[in-house]
């Protein structure tokens, strides 16, 4: 058996395992296949940077971060032990020394990106090192449902078979969804030894605000704590920007990280994050902050994060000491809408898209919280927790108020338009807004009309945004983000059960000047919907998304929502060849299923001569069998009923021409009656 102890003591400087850490160090060391979920700061690369010296060869670690993995690195050798990288972000000096210590057989970690496994040389490569054990970090990566898939790491597998070696996943966030997925694809289904060692970060005090002045809200923030490390997380390159210079106007130290800058650029950073203290870094959450710095304090979402995965993942920068740290994340209807059009305009199959509607709702149903956040959290995770007394709903509770009615209004708006509409439409019924809309589909006539004017717009979006964090409604992508029902709403839309709300984030709700979107909220489901199939359209054929439409037809098609490729071709932008091409593909989206048009009637779409087709072919049917019914069944071609609409002949002699003897002498009379009709 070995004896970790000696080496835990020497090379890292701990006298004791964390809890947790030592069975992993054991089975990871002895060769199994180990699959680890521990919460983030609980010492996971502990467990198989320790083993790695423990065996002999080399530990490969995959791992998405480069900034975690050069930060890793330079740890290991601060320590004493050869550890080396090969990334993107690497110098050639430092790709160099890497290959000379493999080379000598000296190099006991190697980290990798995951991509680099798709570079043809790089099984050779490893295959002649002597690699003993590969570890992943960020497993949760290889789970397509998860919050941050990787496709290369799909490649992990079949890598491992190539190797023979034991394999060592590890992550903090996996729900059992995720997990099934890591075994499924790291390990070929068959079960590794697994070890949970709990989500619980208690050392982290939580908070949520709703935004209102978000720049104002970080800034107050970080002045509540300067001098102190932290990161901020933006959801835009230019965001990141913006706010790292706004901290500094402040008089904080602070600078921006995202995937756009110049790779010497980001390694500067990085290094002064590792080194400088009460440097706060403003970054995107796409590119991911990695570093390992111990002392973080504080972290600030200024955008809302992607799920709880994700909010999980990002807050876990802070306090991994095991000290007092602190965040705060900011969400507004904005950031909703932005993630759920994100979904829906994704490339994902409808699947994966409603999972992840379904985790952006848990989110929401955390930042909508009425008790203590870190059991709603924890509880995600499968976990039961009392109060904490270390987040903003146990330091002081939400004001809270029976909303009961207004909800059972919203649900019943909801039942009586049959689920087929979003927020925006239904707000407009509660408060009796006469709209084209609502004019047009006669809603002014419903028994909800006019119910909900006690709360204003604002006032309603609050309770629909909670409705939603509470899971009583969900967007059905299908239906292009119209609100369904959960089963949990309708025990209280038949009176059977109530609902306390928020009071608080609905009487700050007030009049703001709208933000101006391309369409209203009620059409914009169905936008992000009409974008993600022309952008699949235009990857497809590698030409720019406008070749295929420009906005504004799809802002027509959104607005309009034709049915028939007669309805299409009026929209402007879409004329023939790109009625042929696209029409059908663009009317699934907007309309389900598409009936097959024939070609001869497709070229009359949008014109006189379309509804004259249409007219004569609703006779030829009454007359197919004669006018009696007892004929031989005799029909016109599609060619000739386009023909005869087109040309319009005036008199039997003309129409004959067009049908030959036996078809006018069955359709003649009726033929010339529709045309003599249609003017």
């Known amino acids: 058996m070995f004896d970790a102890a000696p080496m835990l003591r020497d090379v890292f400087g701990f006298d004791d395992f964390r809890p947790g850490q030592e ?13 680890a979920i521990m919460p983030t700061g609980g010492g996971k690369s502990l467990c198989y940077q320790l083993p790695a010296l423990l065996r002999d060869g080399v530990t490969v670690v995959i791992s998405p971060l480069i900034a975690l993995m050069r930060d890793q690195v330079r740890g290991l050798q601060e320590a004493g032990v050869e550890a080396g990288a090969l ?8 790709t160099e020394a890497v290959w000379d210590a493999l080379e000598a057989g000296r190099l006991k970690l190697l980290y990798m990106a995951p991509e680099r496994l798709a570079a043809g040389s790089a099984l050779g490569m490893l295959r002649r090192i002597n690699v003993s054990l590969i570890a992943v970090d960020e497993a949760h990566c290889v789970s397509q449902w998860g919050h941050d898939f990787r496709p290369d790491y799909l490649r992990i597998g079949e890598l491992r078979r190539a190797l023979g070696v034991p394999l060592a996943a590890f992550t903090a966030t996996a729900d059992a969804e995720t997990q099934d997925e890591i075994v499924e694809k790291l390990f070929d289904g068959t079960a590794p030894r697994k070890f949970l060692r709990g989500f619980d970060r208690p050392n982290i005090h939580l908070a949520f605000a709703a935004k209102d002045g978000p720049r104002k809200q970080i800034l ?22 913006v706010l790292a210079q706004a901290l500094r106007a402040e008089g904080h130290t602070a600078c921006h990280y995202h995937g756009g800058m110049d790779p010497e650029d980001r390694r500067i950073v ?8 009460g440097l706060i870094v403003v970054a995107t959450v796409a590119f991911g902050m990695g570093i390992d710095k111990p002392d973080i304090r504080w972290v600030a979402h200024a955008d809302l994060p992607k799920s709880i995965e994700a909010y999980y993942q990002e807050i876990g920068r802070a306090g991994r000491d095991g000290g007092p740290a602190e965040t705060l994340t900011l969400f507004g209807p904005d950031d909703i809408r932005l993630r759920r059009s994100q979904i829906d305009e994704g490339l994902a199959p409808p699947e994966r898209r409603m999972a992840d509607h379904a985790r952006l709702n ?8 009425l008790v203590c956040r870190r059991q709603t959290l924890l509880g995600y995770f499968g976990e039961q927790a009392q109060p904490c007394g270390k987040c903003d709903l146990c330091d002081t509770p939400p004001e809270v108020f029976d909303g009961t009615t207004p909800v059972r209004m919203a649900l019943s708006a909801i039942l009586r338009t049959e689920e087929w509409f979003g927020a925006g439409h239904l707000i407009d019924i509660l408060l009796g807004n006469e709209t084209d809309k609502t004019r047009a589909r006669r809603h002014d006539s419903l028994s909800t009309w006019g119910i909900g004017k006690d ?20 967007p059905d992508p299908e239906r292009h983000g119209a609100l369904r029902m959960t089963e949990a709403a309708k025990p209280i839309l038949k009176g059977e059960a109530q609902i306390n709300l928020r009071k608080d984030t609905i009487r700050k709700a007030t009049r703001r000047p709208a933000v101006k979107m391309m369409v209203s909220e009620e059409d914009a489901p169905l936008l992000s919907a009409l974008k993600a199939k022309r952008r699949a359209l235009a990857e497809s054929a590698r030409v720019p998304a406008y070749v295929i439409f420009p906005d504004r037809t799809l802002i027509e098609m959104a607005e309009n929502r034709p049915v028939t490729l007669d309805d299409m071709a009026r929209i402007g932008g879409v004329g023939a060849k790109k009625l042929e091409r696209y029409g059908d593909t663009f009317l699934e989206v907007i309309a389900g299923a598409v009936e097959a048009v024939h070609p001869a009637r497709r070229k009359l779409a949008g014109r006189d001569q379309g509804e004259i087709y249409d007219r004569l072919l609703e006779v030829q049917s009454q007359l197919s069998r004669g006018p009696d019914g007892i004929d031989k069944p005799l029909t016109c071609s599609a060619s000739q009923l386009a023909k005869v609409a087109q040309l319009r002949p005036n008199d039997p002699r003309g129409l004959e021409q067009v049908l030959g003897d036996r078809r006018h002498e069955r359709f003649g009379a009726a033929f010339l009656d529709v045309l003599q009709q249609a003017g």
């Open 362 to 369: 848990a989110l929401l149903g955390l930042a909508e919280a």
């Open 87 to 94: 990334t993107s972000g690497n110098t050639p000096e430092e």
């Open 270 to 277: 990085e290094t002064r994050f590792a080194r400088e203290d």
């Open 220 to 241: 107050d923030f970080a002045a509540a704590r300067k001098t102190q490390s932290g990161i901020v997380y933006c959801g835009t390159r230019n965001k990141t920007e």
């Open 455 to 474: 709360w204003s717009r604002p006032q309603w979006q609050a309770i629909f945004r909670q409705m939603m964090g509470h899971d009583l409604v969900r």
């Open 23 to 35: 069975e992993i160090v054991d089975a990871v060391t002895a060769g199994e296949n180990v699959l």
